[in-house]
C-alpha cells in the first residue's frame, strides 16, 4: 500500500491540536494533514467537556440565586426550569462553538489538509485512517484521553452513564450513585441535584475531591450536603444488579466491611481518565510508554520515536485544557524549527465548578510534606470579609502553602464565590517567586474576596 506524504500530521484537532496547527503554520511547515476522528472538530471541551458542563452550571447558578430571591428582596424571582430547557441552552452553547464550518475553515485557511478517521501508527513514519496509509516526517499526536471505566462486576450489565451521554439527557434521572467523587462527579452532582436528583457519591479516597487540598474538599463536602448529595467517602462500589426495575449497587468501606446496598436509577461513571495510546498503535511506532501508558517525553515533548511529539490529554502531564494549548503550540513549533521550546509546568492553576468552585495551583498541605517541606500555612475563611456579607456567600477559604525556611509560596488553594479567579492571584505570586509577606503587604480592593489572600498571608505560621 503506498502512502500519500506529508511534513507534518497532527492526530486529533483539540486545544492541543489546533494549537500545534497554529504553530505550525507560523514557524513555516511544509504539507500538513490533521486527522480527527470525531464528528465535530474542537475535540473534549467545547463538544461534551469543560464548555457544555460549564452551561448547565451557569443555569444552575441562576436557579439557586431565584431560589434566595426573597433573602434579597426580590420574592417574585423567577422559578424553576425543567433539565430539558438547561440541555437546550447548553446545546446552543456547543453549536456556537463547533457546529458548521467555522473550525474546518481554519484549518483549510492555515493551508492543512483535514483527514476523518481514527489514526493507528503502522509503522515509526506511517499511519493508516480509514483503509489508507500516511506518511510523515513528523507527527504530533494530541488524541486526548478516554473515559476510565473501573472493572466492577455488573457494571456493563445494568449500564451507566459517563460525561458525553449525560450531557444527551432530556430530563434528570430520580436518582444517581456516582462512581468516583472528582471533577467529573462533583459538578455533576451539583447539577444533577438542583433538577431533583438524588445522588450519591462513592469515593475511594478520604474526601471527594481526593488531588485537591483536604481543606478545601471539606468546603465542597459541607456545600454538597447542603444541597442533599450524600456522600461516601473512603468507600468503592464492588458490584451491581438489577431488582424491581431499579439498579442496585453494593458499596463497602476500603479496607472491607459491612456492605450496603443502594437502590437508584441511573449509575454514572466519574473515576477519571486513562491513557488513549492502546488504540493508537505506540507498539508499532516504536513509542515507549510507562506504567501508566502514556509515552515517555523529553523536554521538547518528544516520545521516544524522536519524530513524534505528544501535547494535552495524551501526553499524560496535566489534563488541563490551558495545558493542551501550551503543549499543543510547543509541539507543533519543535516539529517544524527544531527543539527549541519547553512548557514549564511550575505554576499551573486549575478550577473546579462544583458548590462551591475551587481554584489551585502548586502543592497541596500533605504534598508539600510528603515532598519534604517544611510547611507553614495560613487560613482565611470568607466569612469574615464584608464582602460575604452583601452576597449571602459566606461560605469558602483561601489557603496558602509556604516554605517555612524560605517563606516562599509553594501552594495556593481557594474554595468559594469566584476562586477560580481568584487563585489567580496565587498563581502569579508563586511564579514571581514572591514571598507570603509580600502578599500579606499589598492592599487589596475593598469590598472583595480577594481581601481573603492578603488575610491567608498574614496568618501563615
Avoid at 478516554?146 to 436518582?175: F, H, K, N, Q
Avoid at 527543539?339 to 465548578?353: A, C, E, F, T
Avoid at 475593598?446 to 488575610?455: D, H, K, N, R
Amino acid at each position: 500500500m503506498t502512502s500519500e506524504k506529508y511534513d507534518l500530521v497532527i492526530i486529533g484537532s483539540g486545544p492541543a491540536g489546533l494549537a500545534a496547527l497554529e504553530a505550525a503554520a507560523e514557524a513555516g511547515a511544509g504539507r500538513v494533514a490533521i486527522v480527527e476522528s470525531e464528528r465535530r472538530l474542537g475535540g473534549e471541551c467545547p463538544n461534551w467537556g469543560c464548555m457544555p458542563t460549564k452551561s448547565l452550571l451557569q443555569t444552575v447558578d441562576i436557579l439557586e440565586h431565584c431560589g434566595r430571591g426573597a433573602e434579597f428582596g426580590v420574592p417574585n424571582c423567577g422559578g424553576r426550569t425543567d433539565f430539558s430547557a438547561a440541555r437546550k441552552r447548553q446545546r446552543q452553547v456547543i453549536d456556537y462553538l463547533t457546529a458548521g464550518p467555522r473550525l474546518s475553515n481554519h484549518v483549510r485557511k492555515l493551508g492543512a489538509d483535514l483527514i476523518r478517521g481514527r489514526a493507528e501508527f503502522v509503522g515509526p513514519q506511517d499511519v493508516a485512517v480509514g483503509g489508507r496509509r500516511y506518511r510523515a516526517g513528523k507527527f504530533v499526536v494530541c488524541a486526548g484521553s478516554e473515559t476510565l471505566v473501573p472493572a466492577i462486576p455488573g457494571l456493563d450489565r445494568v449500564g451507566y452513564l459517563t460525561v458525553r451521554s449525560a450531557l444527551d439527557l432530556e430530563r434528570a434521572p430520580l436518582s444517581v450513585l456516582f462512581v468516583g467523587g472528582g471533577p467529573v462527579g462533583v459538578e455533576f452532582a451539583r447539577i444533577f441535584s438542583v433538577f431533583g436528583t438524588a445522588c450519591t457519591v462513592v469515593e475511594a479516597g478520604p474526601h471527594v475531591l481526593p488531588k485537591e487540598d483536604r481543606d478545601v474538599a471539606a468546603v465542597v463536602s459541607e456545600s454538597l450536603r447542603r444541597l442533599g448529595v450524600s456522600l461516601m467517602p473512603s468507600a468503592r462500589a464492588v458490584g451491581f444488579g438489577r431488582r424491581d426495575g431499579r439498579i442496585v449497587a453494593e458499596v463497602e468501606p476500603v479496607g472491607g466491611g459491612k456492605r450496603r446496598e443502594i437502590p437508584v436509577d441511573a449509575v454514572m461513571v466519574s473515576a477519571g481518565k486513562r491513557s488513549p495510546w492502546e488504540g493508537l498503535g505506540a507498539a508499532m511506532a516504536g513509542i515507549r510508554l510507562d506504567s501508566r501508558g502514556y509515552p515517555v517525553l523529553d523536554g521538547f515533548l518528544r516520545t521516544s520515536n524522536r519524530n513524534v511529539y505528544a501535547a494535552g490529554d495524551c501526553a499524560g502531564r496535566m489534563a488541563f485544557t490551558s495545558v493542551a494549548h501550551r503543549e499543543g503550540r510547543a509541539a507543533g513549533r519543535n516539529a517544524i524549527r527544531g527543539n527549541r521550546m519547553k512548557v514549564d509546568l511550575r505554576v499551573v492553576p486549575h478550577g473546579i465548578y462544583g458548590d462551591p468552585e475551587v481554584g489551585s495551583v502548586g502543592l497541596t498541605e500533605d504534598q508539600a510534606k510528603a515532598a519534604g517541606y517544611r510547611v507553614a500555612v495560613g487560613l482565611a475563611p470568607f466569612g469574615v470579609l464584608s464582602k460575604s456579607i452583601v452576597t449571602g456567600e459566606p461560605l469558602g477559604l483561601v489557603k496558602i502553602v509556604c516554605d517555612r525556611k524560605t517563606r516562599e509560596i509553594i501552594g495556593g488553594h481557594v474554595a468559594g464565590h469566584s476562586a477560580s479567579e481568584i487563585v489567580h492571584i496565587l498563581a502569579l505570586a508563586m511564579r514571581a517567586r514572591l514571598k507570603c509577606t509580600d502578599l500579606a503587604d499589598m492592599t487589596y480592593a475593598f469590598p472583595t474576596y480577594s481581601e481573603a489572600v492578603g488575610l491567608a498571608a498574614g496568618n501563615v505560621g
